[in-house]
């Protein structure tokens, strides 16, 4: 019985502690807009190749999360939020 009390006053700290890692990871990404040209004459998937392109320069777990917006339309590009050193590497 005496580490419960230890327990549940600990916890509220670690939880602290855990989100502002979280908070500080996010407000670490910026969106940037990546201008790759005009679209390609042939069939060709914007989607796909954009993901290819941040998969490897991408720290965290899901390329989906990072891509903010495919432009597959007026121009081929993409918008994701990146951190300095993503951007760097991109």
């Known amino acids: 019985m005496a580490s419960s009390p230890i327990f549940l006053i600990l916890s509220p700290l670690i939880s602290t502690v855990i989100i502002g890692i979280s908070n500080e990871l996010h407000e670490d990404r ?24 941040l998969r490897p320069v991408v ?3 899901s390329v989906e999360e990072t891509l903010f917006h495919s432009y597959k339309r007026s121009f081929n590009g993409f918008a994701a939020k990146l951190t300095a050193q993503e951007q760097q590497e991109l």
């Open 59 to 61: 720290d965290c777990s």
């Open 30 to 53: 910026k969106v940037y807009i990546v201008y790759m040209g005009a679209l390609p004459k042939r069939e060709y998937s914007p989607l796909k190749h954009h993901h290819s392109i």
